[in-house]
């Protein structure tokens, strides 16, 4: 028997949420017969693979022990863009001067209120995600508990064993603790309980300054919180180009976060209700007194449970179920998508690489992740998405580069905005228009790198897309503007030359 999720603060939006997506008084279907696919976790992968596969025709089971949505729904992307969007809210209200708001930095908030608005679209969103939908409008035999394999062609879950023609394993990964002395006992937030809060801590310390803790550092600094960011590398968001990660850094700066860069955490202690980091940085032990502690690094693949023995799957605790590139596992009917089994732990991905996982174990398909063009987002304001190769991924395989950088301060659209700060860049293959990566540094970059990620997908150079007419005024003119200084690039001294004397020629006649 299953036990209902305790999912805090125990309120009606919380209930609603938990009934969507696991009924409490669910009751699991006798399975029928062989399944054409039983897939094991109801996050993302999935959910896509379930919903895919029932509708092309095939007989499927879905099985979940905790909560169907995954990450993204519960703990992830859906709470954590709603607490960002409150978060910009009283930013910009407070920050209003420049366009004539008055007395902006008096504007009250409310953290409470803005929590509990993120708590009622998650449950309104969990819809989409919920047992009875996938049950009653797309035809899935859904199960709710623990899923093992208890062969190379059965998984068992509370007691019903469902045998399989496919089967994939889609479990995900989830926050795991740090090696840090201390930081157990004394208690720590992940992304899996912050979104939990209804208060709002005054002093707050993140470890991490990844994508995660970049992002919820920012929200909760300009919710109010003293935020100080601890991190080991010298600068924040280190996958990014150094320039790029800059104007966050600064930006976390204006917004009142502290920066312990270069630091290494000793040890957490417990004192009086305060939780006292010990640190070390530069040669030079510091210690950082707060009221919580969120842990922004470290993922564990959720490997445990599954038996993956008794299947023939092969796995590492740290990296999660091997696949090759079709997504197909040591066991030939078996295959995995998603955090389980990606470097890339996405969303998105993990749609792409469920739709892969599809074609390849119900039709004789042979599609490989090697193809897929990943873009990603960073969502801190302003926001950092890239796509493709960085220019030092470019050199490391023996490519010489061009590389264009317009900045935004140019974009009249931005300046009238008042989101002047960033760039948009694009690495090209030296001597052709081939984009092989870009890299947006505005506040809506995530949407602005569509462009780019849709040209490499579709071998489109960027001459392409400076044939296209871009609505003005806009930001996203900005990509534009690249093409059109790639377009200069060619006008080399001999074409000049030549173009000035055809040009004086039809002045002549």
């Not at 909760?220 to 924040?236: N, P, Q």
């Not at 790029?244 to 004192?271: F, P």
């Not at 969120?294 to 038996?307: T, W, Y």
């Not at 993990?350 to 390849?360: E, S, V």
């Amino acid at each position: 028997m299953t036990v209902k999720p305790d999912v805090l603060p125990h309120d009606a939006f919380n209930e609603t949420l938990v009934a969507n997506v696991h009924p409490p008084d669910w009751v699991n279907p006798e399975p029928g017969g062989r399944y054409n696919l039983v897939v094991i976790g109801a996050g993302t992968a999935g959910l896509i693979a379930a919903a895919g596969a029932a509708g092309l025709g095939a007989k499927v089971a879905l099985i979940e022990r905790h909560l169907m949505g995954g990450d993204c729904l519960n703990v992830g992307c859906v709470p954590s863009k709603g607490v960002i969007r409150a978060s910009r809210a009283i930013f910009e209200a407070r920050a209003g001067a420049e366009f004539g708001v008055r007395h902006g930095d008096g504007i009250g908030f409310d953290f409470a209120a803005a929590m509990e608005r993120m708590r009622r679209l998650r449950a309104d969103i969990s819809h989409h995600d919920s047992a009875r939908r996938f049950r009653d409008e797309l035809g899935v035999d859904v199960f709710i508990g623990q899923g093992s394999f208890s062969g190379r062609d059965c998984v068992e879950v509370e007691g019903k064993k469902l045998f399989f023609k496919r089967a994939a394993v889609c479990t995900g990964a989830r926050a795991s603790a740090p090696p840090i002395p201390g930081i157990a006992e004394a208690g720590y937030l992940t992304n899996e309980t912050v979104f939990s809060l209804t208060e709002l801590p005054r002093r707050l310390a993140v470890i991490g300054g990844g994508p995660i803790g970049c992002e919820l550092a920012q929200a909760f600094a300009r919710f109010g919180s003293k935020v100080t960011i601890i991190e080991y590398a010298g600068h924040l968001l280190s996958r990014e180009d150094a320039d790029a990660a800059e104007i966050v850094q600064q930006a976390m700066v204006r917004d009142g976060i502290e920066l312990c860069l270069q630091a290494k955490i000793l040890q957490v202690a417990l004192r009086g209700g305060e939780k006292v980091i010990s640190l070390e940085q530069n040669g030079r032990t510091l210690v950082l007194s707060v009221d919580e502690i969120l842990v922004g690094i470290g993922r564990a693949p959720n490997v445990e449970g599954l038996n993956l023995e008794a299947a023939g799957i092969a796995y590492d605790s740290k990296q999660g179920v091997q696949v090759n590139e079709l997504l197909q596992t040591t066991n030939a009917s078996v295959y995995a998508a998603g955090d389980i089994c990606f470097p890339y732990k996405f969303t998105h991905t993990a749609d792409a690489l469920a739709r892969i996982l599809i074609a390849n174990a119900l039709f004789i398909g042979r599609q490989k992740t090697s193809t897929l063009t990943i873009p990603w987002c960073t969502f801190t304001d302003p926001e950092v998405a890239h796509v493709g190769m960085y220019e030092s991924d470019a050199k490391a395989k023996g490519m010489e580069v061009t590389t264009l950088t317009v900045p935004l301060s140019d974009i009249d659209r931005a300046v009238l905005d008042g989101e002047a700060e960033g760039f948009a860049r694009v690495h090209l293959r030296k001597g052709t228009d081939k984009i092989l990566g870009a890299t947006i540094v505005a506040r809506h970059a995530g949407e602005m790198i569509n462009e780019f990620s849709l040209a490499i997908t579709n071998g489109l150079g960027l001459s392409a897309i400076g044939r296209t007419i871009h609505p003005y005024p806009t930001q996203a003119e900005v990509i534009k503007r690249l093409a059109d200084a790639h377009n200069r690039t060619r006008l080399t001294p001999f074409v000049k030359k030549v173009l000035g004397g055809w040009l004086k020629w039809q002045r002549r006649y």
